[in-house]
């Protein structure tokens, strides 16, 4: 069965701080993409990252970093310095059909991150 | 930048009317799915389409649902009925098939079903 969890409903943190948002996936695919989404007050859904099941280097983009490691199925999504801005849902998902024409998304609870001033 | 276009922003509907939900996915994109988002719960998917057809479908995507490419750049949902519960957040995305199965999100069409 395919599942995401986001076991953390809601964190709140202050301005600055680091913030590590976990995701744990299950499948029983060998080839699967994981992606994380950040949802705004306003409502759309915004692509942040996307790591393929062989790709488990894992990558930093400014403030953000994310931890892919197969052995535990977990996906983790880290904000340095966090910044009222990123106050936001964060979802995780999971694809595992990326190469025919399905490829759905199966998403997790997602996280509401307040970051406060 | 190309971006996924939902029309309307919100859709005020009584029970049992039918609505139909737009969008025009990015121009040369492939696939086309729709979400749904009810009130504080989670993404669901609902529908996947490719090559003018559905390729896979949840278990919400019943009888009362419908999906649609009636020209080159539109991509319709349909509810023939609508129900209180179909009250929620309805996304549609697109993908190209070679950008690395990212899919590309609308801003979303709120659906009130009174």
């Known amino acids: 069965a395919q599942k995401v969890t986001q076991a953390q409903t809601e964190i709140s943190v202050v301005e600055k701080e680091d913030v590590t948002l976990d995701c744990v996936y299950e499948t029983r695919d060998t080839t699967y993409y994981l992606f994380w989404y950040k949802q705004p007050p306003s409502g759309e859904l915004v692509f942040l990252i996307r790591r393929n099941s062989f790709d488990e280097q894992n990558e930093i983009s400014g403030r953000y970093s994310w931890n892919f490691q197969k052995s535990t199925s977990s996906f983790n999504f880290t904000i340095t310095a966090s910044q009222v801005v990123d106050s936001a849902v964060y979802f995780c998902a999971l694809s595992e059909t990326p190469y025919n024409q399905g490829g759905k998304l199966i998403f997790g609870q997602g996280t509401e991150l307040s970051v406060k001033p | 930048e190309p971006e996924v276009t939902q029309t309307p922003s919100h859709q005020v509907t009584q029970m049992g009317q039918e609505v139909i939900l737009r969008c025009v996915p990015i121009s040369n994109h492939l696939y086309f799915y729709w979400y749904r988002q009810i009130l504080g719960q989670k993404v669901e998917f609902l529908v996947s389409f490719y090559n003018n057809e559905i390729s896979e479908k949840s278990e919400i995507f019943d009888d009362q649902f419908s999906v649609e490419r009636p020209d080159g750049s539109n991509f319709t949902l349909k509810i023939r009925s609508t129900k209180l519960e179909d009250s929620a957040m309805y996304f549609c995305?697109?993908?190209?098939?070679?950008?690395?199965?990212?899919?590309?999100f609308g801003a979303g069409t709120r659906l009130s079903v009174l």
């Open positions: 995305a697109s993908r190209s098939g070679t950008d690395k199965n990212i899919q590309y």
